[in-house]
């Protein structure tokens, strides 16, 4: 499975997708906001707030699809084909030790199957994160995780009040990785 290193600045790659007509109301907009890039698809999107329930917030798309959260990770998706039904996830972001994970998917016969996974951190360095116009200095966390002969490593960049800026994380091997630019929360 791939592993590469997404572009510190993943979101000015979409400066010559036609969405960029779109993105000059970026600079008002007071509403919470995560842009969504679906590697595989090729895919961009806007993500807004819909609702919270304890720990877990979930953002939508304009199209319906959708994406749950607890904290930094996401623990669900919607409408992107082989999604997350729901993951285990560690309680936070750090720079070193080990945890394990589990993400839930419906199997062929509708059944939720789960894919467990141990899983390792490290702290790659500090880095400056370009979103759109704005340069956020980071800390950098990698995930590195195996689940039999799986193996899938997220990345995270959280900045100095503690916000995750920017971070690529594996929701299925269908669906492959999503990159997320938190540009209000």
């Known amino acids: 499975m791939s592993s590469a ?5 993943a979101a000015t790659a979409t400066s010559s997708s036609p969405a960029k007509g779109d993105l000059s109301w970026i600079e008002t907009n007071t509403k919470p906001l995560i842009i969504v890039l679906v590697e595989k698809m090729e895919g961009m999107a806007f993500l807004s707030f819909q609702v ?32 997350l039904v ?3 996830v560690p ?22 199957a789960p894919l467990q ?9 500090a880095e400056t994160t370009q979103i759109l116009n704005k340069s956020y200095a980071t ?37 492959g990785y999503v990159s997320l630019l938190v540009i209000l929360e």
């Open 5 to 9: 290193k997404p572009s510190k600045d």
């Open 52 to 83: 919270q329930n304890g720990p877990y917030k979930t953002w939508r798309t304009k199209n319906g699809a959708s994406y749950t959260f607890k904290g930094p990770f996401v623990t669900g998706t919607k409408a992107l084909g082989a999604d």
């Open 86 to 88: 729901s993951a285990s």
């Open 91 to 112: 309680a936070s972001i750090q720079s070193s030790g080990s945890h394990r994970r589990t993400h839930y998917y419906l199997d062929g016969d509708d059944q939720v």
């Open 117 to 125: 996974a141990e899983c390792s951190w490290t702290f790659v360095g």
């Open 139 to 175: 800390k950098h966390y990698k995930e590195s995780c195996v689940a039999g002969e799986i193996g899938f490593k997220n990345d995270y960049w959280l900045d100095s009040s503690g916000i995750t800026r920017q971070s690529r994380q594996f929701v299925s091997e269908t669906v």
